[in-house]
């Protein structure tokens, strides 16, 4: 209580804020639930979502990106709050260029008129953490001017402060909540906010991506212009597309939807499967069309990054659920929500209704969601937070695609995709480092497998023959001889570890 006290005294004004945005839009009883206001006596609004989402884009930044990754928890949220959430944008007025010029002055070293050939004073977008302007080089290029907003960290800090606090409360109170790890999600918050206020770090993304594509012309993301880059400052090429919202449009301006659709599909698949880095919140905002059928990444604040192993299990999933071996699908299950302390026969049992409802066809990746999120929800499974950004960025992916290219099937991409990822495994350079994933692999698979084998001998038991001398002495060299390898095989890969 004493806590709550002083939090609420060293942020009061922004506390205050929150309080009139919540009673605004009718949300003031979560507020009251959650401790940091003693009034609400409010009824239930009827679309309650709908109200919260609204209620977070005019609270700014910091509660639009917590939307935004609740967004992703598919697995703990219902639909209906997951739609609105999807639609969560971070707008603001723009502002004078006067109230910025101080700022790009002190990051440039003098004023943008002189710094550039041509700066356009009018803002081409707006943000709440950024305002964009046009630009020429001395040589001729065309480029943008990222502005970070003179004093969003402060306040972004005094809210990091509050949902912290906040999910302190919730989580010592409530057993339902601690489902949804709310430390552990401030913690992601914190994190990717920061991340995005240093512009910097979007401007690594875009060369790592950049170098990831190098060899794909078919793929355009914007070159950064380090010279004038800091972290509240990004310059890069401007880039004139057409976002992928409707076939119709691309059509009028000489670029083939279906082409699209096709590269827009290898190309994520490739980023998660391939590379492991991928953009996460591949929106019609974020992607350009270009002529030529060429496809343009913006926006790189937010990467997702995938290990080697978890490009394997992911892989597995797709494939197995394509090929409706709901075994395989249990495996994957359980390793991933391993915490969840959900039996084995509740796990078998829902993959074998997604292999029904989705093995052995074309695979819909909407349809899978609308199935698989709720069956999660349903069973009390949680995913790791890095499988779904992962399936956040497929599902955003897809629903661009369907877009443009309506019935497009996704099957077709994860075969093309499978290929690249064993490709990949055998590049020179690579077999030392496949060799080491394969032995922590093994490694880490081992105890997990034999418990599969000793399942699979315990519930199908099967009579044999009487074996001879001869055969039961081969026997037991046999299982000697599979034991040392085995051995031999966990030791090697725990030195190399």
């Known amino acids: 209580m004493l806590k ?89 007025p723009t502002l004078p260029f006067d109230m910025l010029r101080e700022q790009v002055e002190a990051a440039l070293g003098e004023p943008p008129e002189q710094v550039f050939a041509r700066f356009d004073p009018e803002p081409l977008a707006a943000a709440s953490i950024a305002q964009v302007h046009r630009a020429r080089t001395q040589d001729g290029r065309e480029v943008v001017l990222k502005i970070r907003r003179p004093g969003i960290r402060r306040r972004m800090e005094a809210d990091l402060r509050l949902i912290r606090h906040l999910a302190g409360i919730v989580e010592a109170s409530s057993r339902e909540a601690r489902r949804f790890q709310p430390a552990a999600l401030v913690q992601q918050l914190a994190q990717d906010l920061f991340d995005e206020l240093d512009f910097t770090i979007e401007g690594r993304n875009a060369d790592r991506l950049r170098a990831d594509f190098a060899r794909d012309p078919r793929v355009a993301i914007p070159e950064i212009h380090w010279q004038w880059t800091s972290d509240s400052l990004l310059v890069m090429d401007h880039v004139a597309g057409v976002p992928p919202r409707d076939g119709e449009t691309l059509r009028a301006a000489g670029i083939d939807p279906a082409v699209i659709a096709e590269l827009g599909a290898d190309l994520v698949l490739e980023m998660v499967l391939v590379h492991g880095r991928f953009h996460g919140d591949p929106h019609p905002g974020n992607l350009l069309c270009l002529p030529s059928n060429r496809l343009a990444l913006l926006d790189l604040g ?43 026969e509740r796990i078998l049992a829902a993959s074998e209704r997604l292999a029904a409802r989705h093995g052995g066809g074309p695979l819909v990746l909407g349809t899978l969601v609308a199935d698989f999120f709720p069956l999660l929800r349903q069973e009390g499974l949680v995913l790791p937070p890095d499988l779904l950004l992962i399936f956040k960025a497929l599902v955003t992916m897809d629903g661009v695609l369907s877009a443009i290219q309506p019935g497009f099937d996704l099957a077709a991409a994860l075969e093309r995709a499978k290929g690249r990822l064993m490709l990949s495994r055998l590049l020179p350079g690579r077999s030392g480092e496949a060799l080491l994933l394969e032995l922590g692999r093994l490694r880490d698979d081992a105890p997990r497998l034999i418990r599969a084998l000793a399942r699979k001998l315990e519930s199908e038991p099967a009579p044999a023959p009487e ?23 966990i030791a090697a890969a725990l030195l190399v570890r």
Not at 35 to 48: K, Q, T, V
Not at 55 to 74: C, N, S
Not at 467 to 489: E, F, G, V
């Open 302 to 344: 937010l990467i997702g990054h995938v290990s080697p192993r978890r490009q394997q299990e992911f892989l597995g999933f797709i494939l197995a659920l394509r090929s409706g071996d709901s075994a395989a699908l249990a495996d994957t299950l359980a390793l991933w929500s391993a915490a969840s302390d959900t039996p084995r």
């Open 4 to 92: 709550t006290i002083a939090v609420a005294a060293r942020d009061h004004a922004r506390l205050a804020e929150i309080s009139s945005v919540a009673a605004r839009f009718g949300i003031g009883m979560l507020i009251a639930r959650m401790g940091l206001e003693s009034g609400g006596g409010e009824a239930e609004p009827i679309d309650l979502p709908r109200r919260t989402r609204q209620a977070i884009e005019a609270l700014g930044p910091t509660y639009v990106k917590l939307g935004q990754i609740l967004a992703t928890r598919r697995d703990l949220l219902p639909d209906a709050w997951i739609e609105e959430f999807e639609h969560l944008h971070s707008q603001a």
């Open 467 to 489: 074996p001879s001398a001869p055969t039961i002495a081969r026997a037991i060299r046999w299982l000697a001889a599979s034991a040392l390898a085995s051995a031999a095989l």
